[in-house]
């Protein structure tokens, strides 16, 4: 045999896997899609700037020092934009804790606060500290905002030239760091590929074996045999997320600094919506393969759309207003509001309506769909 | 003679990929208390659909079906613990070990712990599985996964055992220990109705054979009677006689 013949035999043998795959639609749709999402997505995410923040200036000082700086900062457009990156809010008389509640809130990602005797020490060449809150659950726009605040400092001459003037900025999360920021997202993540992904193969792998229809036929209700099976994955999705969060403490000293009760709600919420997705698109798929396409097409875009490696703050609005529709923003967003930043039910009410919902659809659908029928 | 299955009219269509399928056509049959009633028919003659019915398993698509005076589709929960059912596949749980499949299946029958596991025990022996009783059903052969299956079927002591080809793709001597089993079963007081394609089974073994092509029952009768209206020696050429038309067309 000669290498002419083995390359025209791997060349033939090339062609028949391209004629097979040419055949599949659901494969070659996810798999030209995935790298393309991914560059798009991590792209913008990364590399994003702050458009329109809401922003709070604190200011009870009327003097000619105050009223230049926050104008300019009111008109701050960065380089590449042309939007103005804040859209602020003005107040006066607001205590720093109450400003820091209200970015607690997730009202503001940013707060600056002027001390009523600005201008005039200033004007008297006394020394004087400006305060600046930020949003460090959010890393990214924390980091742009103190960056853009100090640059204006500068600009206005007001920083350095003078001396007279520092820059407080109290960390109110305490220090965060990448990875006090991914973790609660990666948790939510996990939880929901691992529900959706488990329940559904599990249920398509006994459909296609055929254990499910041999359980059917036994006197137990459909709702048991989905119950069943969703126990079993509320406590595995549970314990994934218990050692996750061991791992995270271990190796980085990552710490919840809310309540793990509330936590474990976010999870057992989010977990029932994966858990419906996953019987949802195993009645839809006729087999084991069909399946895991399915799951794919659905599961992979809310990767890359929520926010899980990025902060969406920093994402273009298309992209915000798309994972507005995605369950896993919410979970994340929860996730993140009671880990990161100790907040309490309040914080993360709507997010627990939204995932309520999604549990509840996701589930009577899925229930309604699971057929008894062979 | 006591009728513990009553079928009247039985349609099934499926609708697959844009055509329509009669798989079920107009099937009209009873089946008496205590007797083993065997169907035959070629592949996808519409056999296993029946069962399905039978068992609750498929909604008909029209006609009417009683399990012992228990309406299908209206008294299934009624219904499915009097009815043991070995599928055509044989659908164990390969990671589990045999004794372990039967313990599933007792538990959703609600068998009482201590019934189970001597029942267990018993049946084990009956089916000359009891050395492998804490194997993986994996690496069973095809002669083991269709007697495990059928005592999967009859944890619950059911008093109707339907068996979807007991005897296909199995050596004869297998084969023989199948039947022997269905004879235990019967002469336990369960009513046994099975499908196979093979002919002279259906004749050593059933009270009554129904001849199914087609997705019809062409006909059915004691196999005797079957010999003498088809002028036939055995059930093969009865058989023959029956579908032949069909399956040349
Ligand atoms: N779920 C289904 N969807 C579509 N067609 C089916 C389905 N189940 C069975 N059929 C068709 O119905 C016919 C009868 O099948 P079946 O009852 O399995 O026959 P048998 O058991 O006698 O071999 C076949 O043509 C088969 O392809
Ligand atoms: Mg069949």
Known sequence: MTIKTELIDSLAVAEKEFKILSRRKGVIIPLLLFPLVMMIFFGYGMGGTLKDAPFLIVNSDTGQASSSLIQEVGSYTPKYDSYPMFSVTYSKDMSQSEAESKINAGVYKGALIIPPDFSDNIAKNQSTTLTLLTDSSDITASENIINTIKQLLTTTGLLKITGLVSLNVPNIYGNLEYLDFLTPGIIALTIFFGSVMTTGAAIAEEKESGTLVRMLMTPISKRSVILGKTFYQLILELAKAVILILVAYFLVGFRINGSWLLVALVLVLFTLGGVGVGIILSAKAESMESFDQLAMLVTMPSMFLTGVFFPLSSAPVWMQCLARCVPLTYAIDAMRTIMVKGQNLNAISTDLIILTLFAIVTFTLGVHLFRREA | ?249
């Open chain 2, 1 to 249: 003679m006591e009728p513990i299955i009553e079928v009247k009219n039985l349609v099934k269509t499926f609708d697959s990929r844009g055509k329509k399928i009669t798989a079920v056509n107009d099937v009209s049959f009873t089946v008496f208390k205590g007797e083993i009633f065997g169907m035959i028919g070629p592949n996808g003659a519409g056999k296993s659909t029946t069962f399905s019915m039978l068992t609750t398993l498929t909604k008909p698509t029209s006609g009417n079906i009683k399990v012992s005076g228990l309406d299908v589709g209206k008294q299934d929960d009624r219904i499915r613990p009097i009815i043991g059912i070995v599928p055509q596949k044989l659908s164990l749980y390969p990671l589990l070990t045999a004794r372990e499949n039967l313990k599933f299946m007792g538990k959703l029958y609600n068998i009482p712990k201590k019934v189970m596991e001597e029942r267990i025990d018993y049946y084990l022996r009956l089916v000359g599985l009891e050395d492998s009783a804490d194997r993986f059903t994996e690496g069973f052969s095809g002669g083991m996964k269709q007697r495990l299956s059928v005592i999967c079927a009859v944890m619950h002591d059911p008093q109707i055992l339907f068996w979807d080809e007991p005897s296909t793709g199995l050596d004869p001597q297998t084969r023989q220990a199948i039947w022997k089993l269905a004879r235990k079963f019967n002469e336990d007081g369960k009513t046994l109705i099975f499908t196979t394609h093979y002919m002279e089974e259906a004749e050593n073994i059933c009270d009554r054979v129904a001849v199914m092509n087609l997705g019809k029952m062409v006909a059915l009768d004691n196999p005797e009677v079957l010999k003498e209206t088809s002028g036939s020696l055995n059930l093969e050429q009865v058989f023959m006689h029956f579908t032949g038309e069909g399956v040349c067309n």
